[in-house]
């Protein structure tokens, strides 16, 4: 308690306890110079949910290691209700580079930029009107539309499904992709695989309304695999995690694609996954991190976009299941690739980054 008091005046306690993973300031001997500080605040999900609030803070994990003059440290949002006064907090300690972790931060964030304009943001999947906000936004339909066609293209029941947290852009653009894929696999193929959970001309389908509990998703999960899904993939942080290990119970009755970092290095329930869809959100929190701490100005306009030509997106290998994907699929996958970065293949989303 001694300890936690000594960072109580000002209202830093909260912070202290938070940020206990935070790695401590080090000197190096002969050095000169301010640290250059870079300050996350994540998502209701938490650090550690094995998606893309812990992608971001590997991100800055990576910026660290490449550049040892860049201090880091993050703030658990516990409710949305957390995101102004987390952010105000990291702009009161004087922040040089505060990042603001999902789409559903895009309020905040942009209140608390506007009211501070020399101060430089970053945000993950959204992008503000205020130039002070660098923003980092994935078009996942791109990815999405592979693993939907890998889904349909995997399916022994003729039936697979995808379900999200939210009714919101960061996750209805997966969901687009999914069954964009399975449609493409149908009309290539002469199939008629059917994709559950997510109706893209009504734009409405199953949610859990909520990133962090896995009962939540395991029970929506359930519901799918009840209408006859043998893949299902959430879009729902922490609270896919139910379907996953549901998935890895049931002995091979049904399997799943995770998404944004790789399950089989996220998750415990690699054996039931196929595949990912990847959102290389630690590559593009490196890289502006990294530039900005050298002096570069961040560009607003056009900020980061993850595509598959980039590599900002993409699927992850099949891991354990690289044995049970036939070859002839992987390479099917492989040139819709090709063809989507091509322009051949024209993946569309409402939920697309503009």
């Not at 992608?55 to 040892?68: F, H, P, V």
């Not at 957390?82 to 603001?100: G, H, M, R, S």
């Not at 936004?137 to 349909?152: E, I, K, N, P, V």
């Not at 490196?286 to 980039?310: C, E, F, I, R, S």
């Amino acid at each position: 308690m001694r300890i936690v008091s000594l960072f109580a005046v000002g209202g830093l306690a909260f912070t202290a306890a938070a940020c206990g993973k935070a790695p401590e300031e080090k000197k190096d001997a002969g050095s000169a110079g301010k640290k250059y500080s870079a300050c996350m605040v994540t998502d209701t999900g938490g650090i550690d949910d094995k998606s893309f609030n812990a992608s971001a803070w590997k991100g800055l994990q990576d910026a660290k290691e490449a550049n040892s003059n860049i201090d880091i440290k993050y703030v658990a949002s516990k409710a949305e209700a957390d995101y102004e006064p987390n952010l105000t907090q990291y702009v009161n300690q004087k922040c040089d580079f505060i990042l603001a972790v999902g789409g559903l931060m895009g309020d905040a964030t942009s209140k608390i930029a506007k009211a501070n304009p020399n101060q430089q943001f970053g945000i993950v999947d959204a992008k503000l009107p205020e130039s002070n906000v660098f923003p980092m936004q994935f078009d996942t339909a791109q990815a999405g539309f592979l693993a939907g066609y890998l889904a349909a293209g995997m399916t022994k029941t003729g039936k697979v499904g995808t379900y999200g947290a939210k009714k919101i852009p960061p996750v209805t653009i997966f969901m687009d992709g999914f069954v964009d894929g399975v449609a493409y696999f149908n009309k290539t193929k002469s199939k008629t695989v059917t994709a559950l959970g997510w109706n893209k001309a009504t734009q409405d389908g199953s949610f859990t309304n909520d990133f962090v509990k896995q009962d939540e998703g395991k029970k929506v999960g359930d519901a799918l695999v009840a209408q006859g899904a043998d893949i299902v993939m959430p879009v729902a942080g922490g609270a896919g995690l139910g379907t996953t290990a549901a998935a890895q119970a049931s002995g091979g009755k049904y399997s799943a694609i995770w998404v944004d970092v790789d399950g089989c290095q996220s998750t415990p329930n690699c054996p039931a996954l196929i595949t990912t869809v990847v959102k290389n959100i630690p590559g593009a929190v490196t890289d502006a991190v990294t530039k900005a701490a050298k002096g570069d100005k961040l560009a607003h306009d056009p900020g980061y976009l993850g595509t598959l030509a980039n590599n900002g997106v993409s699927i992850a290998p099949y891991h354990e299941f690289d044995s049970k994907v036939p070859a002839e699929l992987k390479s099917e996958v492989d040139k819709v690739k090709a063809d989507i970065v091509a322009g051949k293949i024209t993946v569309t989303s409402a939920a697309q980054p503009k």
